[in-house]
């Protein structure tokens, strides 16, 4: 992955298809909530369960990270504001779009696990390549690799009910 890619990544193009451009009315669009609260349930269930035992700064800059590769205004609206309530540094969620760059703002940890989110979020360029995976185990036990990834598993799936719904950023509806 080259350095540009990087960043924010929206609209990906699909074989033989141009990317789409995205304008938004604000139509209603489903609840996701009130028509599936089975799922949805489901949802938060896995992203509780994710969660447990992991650094509450972590969990923030991967879904940081993750809602920017899947250019999620809303979780990403979301996640800043949770990761700043919770006093983290206004120059490291700056940084989080342009980690490799930055490097010198996050600890080796912090960039196997965004390294992880990457190959994870980005699964269909190849997949997840046996070096970013073997970084993050040096990084992490068994068992918080397994919360990290489901984390990961877990805001890529919020973005995708956020996207889909058409979620308005800046209007958290927790």
């Known amino acids: 992955m080259t350095n540009n890619e990087n960043t924010a990544q929206t609209a990906p193009q699909t074989a033989g298809t141009a990317a789409h451009t995205h304008t938004h009315t604000h139509t209603p669009r489903?609840?996701?909530?009130?028509?599936?609260?089975?799922a949805f349930k489901a949802v938060i269930g896995l992203d509780a369960a994710a969660r447990d035992g992991l650094d509450p700064a972590l969990v923030e800059l991967i879904q940081i990270r993750a809602s920017l590769l899947n250019g999620c205004a809303y979780c990403l609206h979301m996640h800043t504001s949770d990761a700043r309530k919770a006093g983290e540094d206004e120059?490291?969620?700056?940084?989080?779009?342009?980690w490799r760059?930055?490097?010198?703002f996050f600890t080796e940890k912090e960039q196997a696990a965004l390294d992880l989110t990457e190959a994870v979020t980005l699964v269909h360029r190849g997949g997840v390549p046996d070096d970013v995976y073997a970084r993050a185990a040096a990084h992490f036990?068994?068992?918080?690799?397994?919360?990290?990834?489901?984390?990961i598993f877990t805001i890529n799936t919020w973005n995708r009910i956020a996207l889909s719904t058409a979620k308005v950023a800046g209007e958290d509806e927790r």
Do not use: I, W
């Open 101 to 104: 760059e930055a490097r010198n």
């Open 30 to 38: 489903l609840n996701f909530a009130k028509a599936a609260p089975k």
């Open 141 to 151: 036990d068994e068992t918080e690799l397994g919360h990290v990834l489901a984390l």
């Open 91 to 98: 120059a490291r969620l700056h940084m989080v779009g342009v």
